[in-house]
């Protein structure tokens, strides 16, 4: 990376991969100094199916955004998405041996990496993990225990897994486009950190980002991720029944959505028509928007099914006070936070990562949420280091550089 206060992220999604360069000042804002955007080859539904096609979308993407911020970029912090990601939940727990009994941040990461101790298949990787409390001497409930005294230290944590393939898939892409990655983090963490307010993770709230390919999953509470999954549905399906319902192009399927999409059809008026062009773009007919949107209604409930149905396989007993808040680029059709919220019981609203100086009105959007978080992300594992005493700063980049070396040993 170019400056010590330059963090990168890397949103490769299936629509488009997004560069986004964030420069960090001394009280850990964050302003955008370089976007790079590029429409993405070779991913279908999260998971990667040409490598070639990804090399060079994740290339362009990443030349767009040095030209823009005149950094030369060489790490950053990568999207993880795919229907192979899941959660599981795990403890682990160790004795406070130093003779003061308090809890030093070496002792923080032996209890993460006894909660990372976990049975997993052959084909599984762990690649975040995600404290949702400490227990110190059976007092439940502690974020932060680093200086408190004690003799038993406990760590609940959410593993989130990824398929060992898709996880050296994309790690080859990133090395064939010469960026190493600093931390790989679930597009829904990401997405998480730019979006949601702090009471609504308190409270107990649904993060739902509806991509192209993907539908990310994440329930919140008490501040901290509770369960994280991937659904293999998106936008894209919707282009697609428009493309068949009214059989033209997918080009124009896509326009046709994204200019007058609507998912109530009785918020369309009768007469209110779009020219669709025939297969071969020569001849054109008039179809009225409340015939393509009762071609959405459909597949967006289906979505919310998926939606209400992940919630019950979660397990979570909540009530989901903090709201549900919808994401990505999909979100974007008009009348979904209203169905949205009559189909899933809930208040919703849209998430917008627009909490961040120096970005354009394109980058506030809903599509770059994930981009956007993993900037956010990276920025506040920048100032922890940074604020952290020498010692700490010494173990935190020693343990950094141990992770990458020995990253299978400590999964
Ligand atoms: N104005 C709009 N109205 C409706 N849909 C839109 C609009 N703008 C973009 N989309 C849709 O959003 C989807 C892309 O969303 P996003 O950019 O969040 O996806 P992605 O991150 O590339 O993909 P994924 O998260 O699935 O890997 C596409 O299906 C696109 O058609
Ligand atoms: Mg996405």
């Known amino acids: 990376m170019a400056g010590q206060n330059i963090v990168v992220g890397l949103d490769v999604g299936t629509t488009k991969v997004v560069a986004l360069v964030g420069e960090v000042d001394d009280?850990?804002?964050?302003?955008?100094?370089?976007?790079?955007?590029?429409?993405?080859?070779?991913?279908?539904?999260?998971?990667?199916?040409?490598?070639?096609?990804?090399?060079?979308?994740?290339?362009?993407?990443?030349?767009?955004?040095e030209h823009m911020s005149g950094c030369h970029l060489q790490t950053a912090f990568i999207s993880m998405s795919g229907p192979h990601l899941s959660s599981v939940i795990n403890k682990g727990?160790?004795?406070?041996?130093?003779?003061?009994?308090?809890?030093?941040?070496?002792?923080?990461?032996?209890?993460?990496?006894?909660?990372?101790?976990?049975?997993?298949?052959?084909?599984?990787?762990?690649?975040?993990?995600?404290?949702?409390?400490?227990?110190?001497?059976?007092?439940?409930g502690i974020m932060d225990p680093i200086g408190m005294a004690g003799t038993r230290l406990e760590a609940e944590i959410c593993i989130v897994t990824a398929s060992a393939t898709a996880l050296q898939n994309l790690l080859r892409c990133l090395q064939r486009a010469d960026i190493q990655e600093e931390e790989f983090i679930p597009a829904s963490?990401?997405?998480?950190?730019?979006?949601?307010?702090?009471?609504?993770?308190?409270?107990?709230?649904?993060?739902?980002?509806?991509?192209?390919?993907?539908?990310?999953f994440a329930i919140f509470d008490q501040g901290r991720l509770w369960y994280t999954s991937v659904l293999p549905v998106g936008g894209n399906l919707i282009t697609s029944d428009i493309a068949i319902g009214l059989r033209t192009p997918v080009e124009v399927a896509e326009n046709i959505k994204v200019t007058h999409g609507c998912v109530i059809p009785d918020l369309m008026p009768d007469n209110e028509m779009v020219t669709v062009l025939d297969m071969l773009g020569k001849g054109s007919k008039q179809v009225s928007k409340k015939v393509v949107a009762s071609i959405i209604q459909p597949r967006i409930q289906e979505i919310l099914t998926l939606i209400r149905n992940e919630l019950k396989t979660s397990g979570y007993r909540g009530m989901l006070p903090g709201g549900m808040i919808i994401t990505g680029g999909s979100v974007l059709l008009d009348g979904l936070v209203e169905l949205t919220s009559v189909e899933m019981k809930l208040p919703v609203r849209v998430g917008r990562p627009d909490r961040i100086n120096g970005v354009s009105e394109a980058t506030q959007g809903p599509g770059y949420a994930t981009a956007t978080g993993l900037v956010l992300y990276g920025a506040k594992q920048l100032s922890s280091l940074q604020a952290a005493p020498a010692g700490e700063k010494f173990l935190g980049s020693f343990l950094n550089r141990l992770k990458h070396l020995f990253q299978d040993f400590f999964d």
């Open 27 to 65: 009280r850990g804002g964050v302003s955008i100094i370089g976007v790079g955007e590029q429409a993405t080859q070779g991913i279908k539904k999260g998971s990667i199916i040409d490598l070639e096609g990804v090399i060079k979308s994740i290339t362009q993407a990443v030349e767009k955004a």
């Open 189 to 216: 963490i990401a997405s998480a950190e730019a979006v949601l307010l702090p009471a609504e993770r308190d409270l107990g709230c649904l993060l739902v980002d509806i991509g192209g390919g993907t539908t990310e």
């Open 93 to 140: 727990v160790v004795a406070i041996t130093n003779k003061e009994k308090e809890i030093l941040p070496e002792d923080i990461h032996r209890v993460l990496q006894a909660a990372k101790v976990v049975a997993l298949p052959q084909d599984k990787r762990i690649i975040h993990v995600h404290p949702r409390q400490y227990t110190v001497d059976g007092n439940e």
